[in-house]
Each structure stands twice: as C-alpha cells, then as structure tokens.
C-alpha cells in the first residue's frame, strides 16, 4: 500500500519501502521469485503476534527489545549500502533544513513507537488475527485525515470501502464481546492504526529529502529511545528471564523487524504496488491462523466475517490512494 506516491507499506507495524523506484523493467529480480520473497516476506511479519507471546516480558519490554535488537542490522545496512541517486521530484535536505528533517525523524521515531506499543498491547489482550488486522486498518485512517488536509484527499473508491472496514472493525468487536479475544485489545489495534497512519504521513514527508535505509535506520533508532524512555519510566523496561524469551525476541527484530522488512523492499522492485499490495495482505490470515494453531485461539463466525470484509477495504483503500489524485 502506498502513501503519498513515495512509499509502499506492508499493513504491519514496520514497514515503509521506496516505492519511486518500483517498476517491473527496473529490476532483474524475476517477477514469480519477488511474489514468492513477498509471500515469504508476509509470513514472517504473520509471526509478530506469536513471538511477542511468547517472549516473556511485557508489551512495553518487547517492543523495545524488538527495535533494540533491529537497530545495529539496519543501521549497518544503511552505511553499506549506497544511496540511490535522488529523483527529479526529489529536494535535497539542504533544501528544507536539516533541523526540519531531525524534527521529522524524530516525530516519526515517536509516532512508531506509539504504534508498536499499542499493537503489542492489543497482541496480549486480544487474539492475534484481530490485534493485526485492526492495526492495519491504517489506510482508512489516513484517508480520513485526508479530508482535512492532513494527507492527500481520497478517492471517490475510499468511501465505497470505508463502510466495509467499519462492518469488519464491528465484527471483530463483536467477536471478542462474544467471549474470544478483549475488545479492550481490540480498541488498541484501531489505536495502533491510528498512530501508524500519523506515522506513515510523517515518512511520506522525510522519502522526499533522504533514502529508505536512512529513514527506516534513524526511525528505528528514535523509536528504541522513546520506548526504552517510556518503559524505564514505568519501571516495565525488563529483560527476558530465559533462551526461549530471548530467541523470540531476536526473530521479532532481526527476522521480523529488518529481514522480512528488507525482503519486503527487495520484493516490491519487481512487482507493481497493486500486486505487491495484495500479496502482503498473507500478514493477517497468517497470524489468525498461527493464533488459531500455536495459541489455541478460537475463532468464530464473527472473525470470519470481520476478517473478509476488514480485507476486502484494505484492498480498496489502497487500491483508491495507488490512483492519482
């Protein structure tokens, strides 16, 4: 999913990828070998609910440990690897300031951490696929704060999907009111939703002036010292107390928060953004169905009929901000 005609968006809480670059001739990655990394790329992110599960600490601990952990690997990548060369659209940083583009960096840094630890939060009170389906629900909110300017102004196709994602969010309370999931959680993941769409509004900004490596590097960065700041603060800022914690919090960052996250950006290349949109959309269904198999989830008819139609309006919402305005 797009944002601003400057990056593509996995529907999970990390997960900005140029998107200036994707066309199919600019690549000599085969197009069936990127739908297979893209696939491979949205099990992984599928997996976020079952590892902070199962790493141990609190939902404040692990989502630090989960960008902590993510931090050297991205940053490393973001000195090995060359800049792309800027784009005519593109000003340069001094163009604007660098004090301008810190301010950006660190709203961002503070947006996404705001995202991960209401999505972490909604991840131990509810059920898994509910916790990621709402979180994704950010397309929807950044076409509504679209209608007042603070993000490009949607298409007439958004308000045809915008009731089918209201139906679906109603749905999936409906079903933790039915006594599977909290809709406590729930009203998390709308919150993570919402904080992520200020988040992805603000990086629609930064991708004008500096490369992806750079943004999603110093983000991170940002976002390690909020969480660590916050959760120190309330005394929450735990370590895992054995092997089994901290492998699933070293997945959780190194597989999860940078790998899958570079496979992403790796698969987009060679995909349209529509395909590569859809394709990702595996995230939910894999954690409603990891939830359901590892977690002893149970689902109802609730959570079928509020995952089909929460899909179906992410698959318009990001269809309608892919046109041209």
Not at 42 to 64: C, H, K
Not at 65 to 80: D, I, N, S, Y
Not at 197 to 203: D, E, F, P, Q, T
Not at 246 to 261: S, T, Y
Request: proline share 4%; charged share 10%.
């Amino acid at each position: 999913m797009s944002h601003a005609g400057s990056s593509v968006c996995t529907p999970s809480a990390t997960k900005c990828v140029d998107a200036g670059a994707i066309k199919a001739g600019d690549s000599h990655v085969n197009p069936l070998w990127a739908i297979g990394l893209l696939l491979f790329a949205g099990g992984l992110l599928g997996m976020s609910p079952i590892l902070v599960r199962f790493s141990g600490v609190s939902a404040d601990a692990s989502a630090f440990w989960r960008v902590a952990l993510a931090a050297p690997l991205l940053c490393a990548t973001a000195f090995l690897v060359p800049a792309r060369p800027a784009r005519p659209d593109q000003a340069s940083p001094t163009s604007v300031g660098k004090a301008v583009i810190a301010g950006w960096m660190v709203l961002a840094g503070v947006f996404f951490a705001a995202d991960l630890i209401a999505c972490h939060v909604a991840i131990e009170l509810t059920t898994a696929g509910n916790a990621i389906l709402l979180a994704n629900l950010a397309p929807v909110i950044i076409g509504l704060l679209g209608l007042v300017g603070l993000a490009r102004r949607p298409g007439r196709m958004f308000w045809f999907g915008l009731p089918f994602a209201g139906f679906g969010a109603w749905c999936l309370f409906r079903a933790s009111d039915a006594g599977t999931g909290s809709m406590a959680g729930d009203a998390f993941g709308l919150l993570a939703a919402v904080f992520y769409a200020g988040y992805l509004i603000v990086i629609g900004r930064l991708r004008r002036h500096i490369g992806a490596a750079v943004t999603m590097s110093g983000t991170t960065v940002v976002t390690a010292i909020v969480i660590g700041v916050f959760a120190a603060i309330k005394g929450d800022l735990v370590a895992p107390t054995d092997m089994t914690g901290w492998l699933a919090l070293a997945a959780l960052g190194i597989l999860v928060h940078a790998l899958g996250q570079g496979m992403v950006s790796v698969g987009l290349k060679s995909v349209d953004e529509a395909t590569g949109s859809m394709v990702l959309l595996v995230q939910p269904f894999v954690a409603t169905l990891l939830g359901a198999l590892v977690l002893g989830e149970v689902l109802n008819g609730w959570h079928m009929l509020g995952n089909i139609a929460v899909v179906f309006a992410l698959l318009i919402a990001t269809r309608a901000r892919r046109r041209p305005a």
